[in-house]
């Protein structure tokens, strides 16, 4: 089993605020993916880090995928309350296809 | 554009009911998938399918069962319900290591 650590589990910050997620895992991925879910909806993918080191930028978000494959970041600069909802790193290994992250349940205060 | 869809949006069974769980994807994407998600939790993996006529066993397999015999559908059986298995259950669609599509979820209460 090729586990993904997501940290912290639970994170609720002010509006405005920067906060940084991370997904962890002892095993090394060919891609990673970052998915949002929101209430009462299935995930959906914001973006996809492909080479070590690679950093990806969606607005106010920014991904980085670790040099040896096997951790990524996100972080959120000046959060909004739309920003709230669990989410949930993937990792990519062959033909296992996808495993997914113990999840960050983020919610933005107004 | 369907994508992934899934029946019943909401289900509500008594312990020892036999129940399926429909999904189909229009996207003609090899793997299939089921997740069952927990509150507060993430997504862990029941029972996958890499094509038509594979299926596998992911970390939860206990008390369903899959079959793929086509493309399209994956349904998703719990043989006799049980209060372990109240959850919401997601099915997803991909190419191998690509973007996963998901469908809207299946809200399963079993009393």
């Known amino acids: 089993t090729q586990l993904l650590e997501q940290s912290p589990q639970f994170l609720s910050i002010q509006e405005g605020e920067n906060l940084t997620v991370y997904c962890n895992s002892s095993?090394?991925?060919?891609?990673l993916q970052w998915y949002r879910q929101e209430p009462g909806e299935g995930p959906v993918l914001l973006v996809t880090v492909v080479t070590g080191g690679e950093v990806k930028k969606l607005k106010r978000l920014t991904f980085q995928f670790g040099d040896a494959r096997k951790d990524s970041s996100l972080h959120i600069t000046a959060a909004q309350p739309g920003d709230t909802g669990l989410y949930l790193c993937?990792?990519?290994?062959?033909?296992?296809?996808?495993?997914f992250g113990t999840g960050t349940r983020l919610t933005v205060i107004p | 554009n369907a994508g992934v869809t899934q029946t019943p949006k909401f289900q509500v069974l008594k312990t020892g009911q036999s129940m399926t769980l429909q999904c189909a994807q229009d996207m003609n994407h090899e793997y299939m998938s089921w997740y069952r998600q927990d509150p507060g939790m993430g997504l862990r993996l029941i029972h996958y399918s890499v094509g038509a006529g594979i299926t596998d066993q992911g970390e939860v397999p206990n008390g369903y069962n899959v079959s793929r015999s086509t493309t399209e559908d994956f349904p998703l059986r719990l043989l006799s319900a049980a209060p372990s298995q109240t959850s919401v259950y997601f099915c997803?669609?991909?190419?191998?290591?690509?973007?996963?599509?998901f469908g809207q979820g299946t809200r399963l209460t079993v009393v």
């Open positions: 095993s090394v991925f060919s891609s």
């Open positions: 997803a669609s991909n190419t191998l290591n690509t973007e996963a599509f």
């Open positions: 993937a990792g990519a290994a062959g033909a296992n296809n996808l495993f």
